[in-house]
């Protein structure tokens, strides 16, 4: 599983040089269960879906940036 800083990094190549951020929320329940939301933005393809991976969050990031070309 990709960390953080890996994801960041990510994010930050494919936004060549524009604005760019990332999320990530960590909701823990009563019951004990952990979920774990991963976002990516770039001010041309707007924020991702809440994806459970980073390297989900990622590839479709990907995909909207070359829709983009």
Request: aromatic content about 8%.
């Amino acid at each position: 599983m990709m960390h953080l800083k890996g994801f960041k990094r990510g994010v930050k190549k494919l936004a060549k040089g524009r604005y760019h951020c990332v999320k990530h929320q960590i909701t823990e329940y009563n019951d004990g269960e952990v979920k774990h939301i991963w976002a990516a933005y770039t001010e041309d393809a707007s924020w991702t879906k809440n994806c459970s991976a980073p390297e989900a969050a990622l590839s479709e990031l990907e995909r909207m940036c070359t829709h983009l070309k």
